[in-house]
């Protein structure tokens, strides 16, 4: 499934679950180009956001890339009888080394990344993965939690204790990525598992939308009732009101 600016959908789980999805993506107000990418495949259960980086339109290259192959991959390995979570770690993995291995054989793609933020759905559970500082937020009861650590160099500090949490929204090394997907030959993915129940949103984001909304601002938007789009497009224009610096990606997932 090709990613575009904005789509909508829903499936039914044999559990009875029912995801609805929404998704929309914006350059923001400075950048002359979009790369970030987005994409989900209702058939498989897979959902991801990537941001891309590079020169040139590299960038945008590398996150589309990783987008699809993932989707692909993550689809293809489910004739495997593995647990969810290999064959999320392994088309990770697998991702990692298409970028890397085209950013090598193409010189005008060289140096191209992208960070990568995805989540399948089996059954009742949520397994999300990531590579970089795009994040995902768990929202349930009115309350938000980032699911996703930041693999960043500032992020990387404050968790080892060196730096201050807030030192993250200022600091001038806060787009310093430690971890990207086509940035070396192989990749450490973080993954997380969570339980699922009605009600539960799950939100898949890009740093164009998080250097401007905290946990609490994003659960105030998403429980203020909208449908998912409309709750989409409102944090990317509040981004947009505040600067929006980047481009900023929004993909939401609601149960019920």
């Given at each position: 499934?090709?990613?575009?600016?904005?789509?909508?959908?829903?499936?039914?789980?044999?559990?009875?679950?029912?995801?609805e999805?929404?998704?929309?993506?914006?350059?923001?107000?400075?950048?002359?180009?979009?790369?970030?990418?987005f994409?989900?495949?209702?058939?498989?259960?897979?959902?991801?956001?990537?941001?891309?980086?590079?020169?040139m339109?590299?960038?945008?290259?590398?996150?589309?890339?990783?987008?699809?192959?993932?989707?692909?991959?993550?689809?293809?390995?489910?004739?495997?009888?593995?647990?969810?979570?290999?064959?999320?770690?392994?088309?990770?993995?697998?991702?990692?080394?298409?970028?890397?291995?085209?950013?090598?054989?193409?010189?005008?793609?060289?140096?191209?990344?992208t960070?990568?933020?995805?989540?399948?759905?089996?059954?009742?559970?949520?397994?999300?993965?990531?590579?970089?500082?795009?994040?995902?937020?768990?929202?349930?009861?009115?309350?938000?939690?980032?699911?996703?650590?930041?693999h960043?160099?500032?992020?990387?500090?404050?968790?080892q204790?060196?730096?201050?949490?807030?030192?993250?929204?200022?600091?001038?090394?806060?787009?310093?990525?430690?971890?990207?997907?086509?940035a070396?030959?192989?990749?450490?993915?973080?993954?997380?598992?969570a339980?699922?129940q009605?009600?539960?949103?799950v939100?898949?984001?890009?740093?164009?939308?998080?250097?401007?909304?905290?946990?609490?601002?994003?659960?105030?938007?998403?429980?203020?009732?909208?449908?998912?789009?409309?709750?989409?497009k409102?944090?990317?224009?509040?981004?947009?009101a505040?600067?929006?610096?980047?481009?900023?990606?929004?993909?939401?997932?609601?149960?019920?």
């Open positions: 499934m090709k990613p575009t600016d904005q789509e909508t959908g829903a499936m039914e789980h044999q559990t009875e679950l029912v995801v999805v929404a998704a929309m993506s914006d350059a923001g107000c400075r950048r002359p180009n979009n790369e970030d990418s994409g989900y495949d209702l058939a498989s259960n897979i959902f991801v956001v990537c941001d891309g980086m590079g020169g339109a590299a960038g945008e290259v590398a996150s589309r890339i990783a987008v699809e192959k993932l989707m692909l991959l993550y689809g293809e390995l489910g004739s495997l009888d593995v647990p969810a979570e290999e064959r999320l770690h392994r088309a990770i993995e697998i991702t990692n080394e298409s970028v890397w291995s085209l950013s090598r054989e193409r010189e005008v793609l060289h140096g191209m990344g960070t990568l933020v995805t989540a399948c759905v089996d059954g009742r559970r949520l397994i999300v993965g990531n590579v970089g500082d795009s994040r995902a937020y768990f929202l349930r009861d009115g309350g938000c939690v980032q699911i996703t650590h930041d960043s160099y500032v992020e990387e500090q404050v968790r204790g060196l730096a201050e949490p807030l030192s993250g929204d200022t600091s001038p090394l806060r787009a310093l990525i430690t971890r990207a997907i086509g070396a030959e192989t990749v450490r993915p973080d993954l997380f598992v339980d699922l009605s009600g539960d949103v939100l898949l984001t890009t740093d164009g939308l998080t250097r401007y909304a905290q946990a609490e601002e994003i659960a105030n938007c998403v429980s203020a009732g909208r449908e998912l789009a409309e709750t989409c409102q944090m990317i224009e509040s981004a947009k505040q600067g929006g610096e980047d481009n900023v990606t929004c993909l939401l997932l609601r149960f019920a």
